[in-house]
C-alpha cells in the first residue's frame, strides 16, 4: 500500500508515455503482467487484489498496471481511448520498468490487450492466460451491453454486480458502494462514457483480433472461463482455443465473468502449474 494513502487501489507510479500509470508490485521472481478488465469503477486492484494478496506473489513478480481511463492513472484530457492507445501505455510501462519479457494474464477487456502485445510484440510475451477474454468476433451480450452502458446510480452498479458473479452473496452492499464511488470519481465517468458508446458491437469488433494473427501466435496459452459467464460467452475460449494451436482449456462450473474472484484459490493454482511449466522447460 502506497505510504502516502490508506487507499488501496492507489499504488506506485511511472510515467508510461502520455500517461502516468498507477500500478501494484508485489512478490519477486519472473515477471507476470496482470492486465484488468472494462467494467465501471474497475481498478488493477479491485480486479486482481485477492491474487496480488495470494499464494502467486511467493514465486512470481506481479504487475498490475491501471490502464488509461481506469481507476488512479492520468491521461491527457484529449486522450483517444483506443486498443492502440492501450497497448502503446503496456509497452512503455514494460519499458519504463524494464521488463523485456513477461507472462500476461488478460481478464476479459484485458485477454485482448494480452493479445495485442503478444501478435505486436511476440518477443515480448512468454506465457499467456487469457480470462473470459476478449480479442474474437462474438455477439454482444446482454451482459456486457449493460457493463458497457452503465449509467451511474447504487441500483445500476448492483445490477451490473450481480450479472458478474455466480454467486450472488458475493455482492454485499459494501462492494457495491465501493465501486459505485469509484465510478463517480471526477473524470471516470467521462472517460468510461466515451469508450464504449452506443451501439456497442463496433466495440466488441474493435477489440477483436484478426483470426490469422492470432493464428500465428507460438505462445503457450492457458484459457480460463466461468461456464456461467453472462458478460462474455464461453465460445469466445472455444474459439481461441481453436485458433492458437499450443493451448489449453479451464472451465469452471458455478462461475461467472470473476473467475479470479468466485474461485480465487483454484486459479491460482491453475496459473502457477502452467507458469511454472515454463522454468521446468526453462531448466
Known amino acids: 500500500?502506497?505510504?502516502?494513502?490508506?487507499?488501496?487501489?492507489?499504488?506506485?507510479?511511472?510515467?508510461?508515455?502520455?500517461?502516468?500509470?498507477n500500478y501494484?508490485?508485489?512478490?519477486?521472481?519472473?515477471?507476470?503482467?496482470?492486465?484488468?478488465?472494462?467494467?465501471?469503477?474497475?481498478?488493477a486492484w479491485a480486479n486482481w487484489r485477492l491474487v496480488l494478496q495470494g499464494?502467486?506473489?511467493?514465486?512470481?513478480?506481479?504487475?498490475?498496471?491501471?490502464?488509461?481511463?481506469?481507476?488512479?492513472s492520468k491521461s491527457p484530457a484529449d486522450i483517444a481511448y483506443t486498443r492502440q492507445a492501450w497497448l502503446d501505455q503496456i509497452v512503455a510501462f514494460m519499458d519504463?520498468?524494464?521488463l523485456e519479457r513477461v507472462h500476461v494474464i488478460g481478464n476479459s477487456f484485458g485477454g485482448?490487450?494480452?493479445?495485442?502485445?503478444?501478435?505486436?510484440?511476440?518477443?515480448?510475451?512468454?506465457?499467456?492466460?487469457?480470462?473470459?477474454?476478449?480479442?474474437v468476433p462474438f455477439?454482444?451480450?446482454?451482459?456486457?451491453?449493460?457493463?458497457?452502458?452503465?449509467?451511474?446510480?447504487?441500483?445500476?452498479?448492483?445490477?451490473?454486480?450481480?450479472?458478474?458473479?455466480?454467486?450472488?452473496?458475493?455482492?454485499?452492499?459494501?462492494?457495491?458502494?465501493?465501486?459505485?464511488?469509484?465510478?463517480?470519481?471526477?473524470g471516470i465517468q467521462e472517460a468510461f462514457s466515451s469508450m464504449f458508446p452506443?451501439?456497442?458491437?463496433?466495440?466488441?469488433?474493435?477489440?477483436?483480433?484478426?483470426?490469422k494473427d492470432i493464428r500465428a501466435l507460438p505462445h503457450p496459452t492457458l484459457l480460463i472461463h466461468g461456464r456461467d459467464d453472462k458478460v462474455i460467452p464461453l465460445s469466445t475460449s472455444l474459439t481461441l482455443l481453436?485458433?492458437?494451436?499450443?493451448?489449453?482449456?479451464h472451465v469452471f462450473g458455478r462461475c461467472g465473468h470473476w473467475t479470479q474472484i468466485e474461485h480465487t484459490a483454484a486459479f491460482a493454482r491453475q496459473v502457477s502449474g502452467f507458469l511454472n511449466e515454463a522454468s521446468s522447460s526453462a531448466a
Do not use: C
Request: aromatic share 6%.
Open 1 to 21: 500500500m502506497n505510504a502516502a494513502t490508506d487507499n488501496p487501489e492507489i499504488g506506485k507510479t511511472i510515467q508510461t508515455g502520455q500517461v502516468l500509470t
Open 24 to 43: 501494484h508490485d508485489v512478490g519477486s521472481g519472473d515477471p507476470v503482467l496482470l492486465l484488468h478488465g472494462s467494467g465501471p469503477g474497475v481498478s
Open 55 to 72: 499464494d502467486l506473489s511467493s514465486g512470481f513478480r506481479l504487475l498490475a498496471p491501471d490502464l488509461a481511463g481506469f481507476g488512479y
Open 96 to 98: 519504463a520498468l524494464g
Open 112 to 135: 485482448s490487450m494480452a493479445l495485442a502485445l503478444a501478435i505486436a510484440h511476440p518477443e515480448r510475451v512468454n506465457r499467456m492466460i487469457l480470462m473470459g477474454s476478449v480479442g
Open 139 to 186: 455477439e454482444l451480450t446482454h451482459g456486457l451491453d449493460a457493463v458497457w452502458g452503465y449509467e451511474p446510480s447504487i441500483e445500476n452498479m448492483q445490477a451490473i454486480m450481480r450479472i458478474f458473479a455466480y454467486d450472488q452473496s458475493l455482492i454485499g452492499d459494501a462492494l457495491v458502494k465501493l465501486r459505485y464511488e469509484a465510478s463517480v470519481r471526477p
Open 198 to 211: 452506443a451501439p456497442r458491437q463496433r466495440w466488441v469488433d474493435a477489440m477483436a483480433h484478426e483470426e
Open 242 to 249: 481453436d485458433w492458437i494451436d499450443n493451448s489449453q482449456l
